[in-house]
Nanobody
Framework: QVQLMESGGGLVQAGGSLRLSCAAS????????LSWFRQAPGKEREIVAG???????IYAASVRGRFTISRDNAENTVYLQMNSLKPEDTAVYFC?????????????????????WGQGTRVTVSS
């Protein structure tokens, strides 16, 4: 099992930047796919970005070119650098993890592919 804790959320003006962090503890960090999801008020939770155990990155079309996901296996941390933020990026952002032996690439965007979740960190982008 792995425990996840997000940080770095806050209030930012449109066009600004934030960096989210997700610190993991427990199982071997490098064996996991780490992804960021977000949930806006009244909307379903959706994938934002993910990084596999081999370093392959996945991005939702809505954030590609603005957000960058990275992982530091030595620090057991995954980051989400968010630039050129828009009001529609306002949401609670969640870190999620799935073990490489059970994670299904064809279901990368599915919440069910990730047994482990953090509590979330709120991001608010003002216009």
């Amino acid at each position: 099992q792995v425990q996840l804790m997000e940080s770095g959320g806050g209030l930012v003006q449109a066009g600004g930047s934030l960096r989210l962090s997700c610190a993991a503890s427990g199982d071997t960090f490098s064996d996991y796919v780490l992804s960021w999801f977000r949930q806006a008020p009244g909307k379903e939770r959706e994938i934002v970005a993910g990084v596999t155990w081999t370093g392959v990155n996945i991005y939702a079309a809505s954030v590609r070119g603005r957000f960058t996901i990275s992982r530091d296996n030595a620090e057991n941390t995954v980051y989400l650098q968010m630039n050129s933020l828009k009001p529609e990026d306002t949401a609670v952002y969640f870190c999620a993890a799935g073990h490489r032996l059970r994670w299904k690439p064809e279901e990368a965007q599915r919440m069910s592919n990730y047994p482990y979740w953090g509590q979330g960190t709120r991001v608010t982008v003002s216009s």
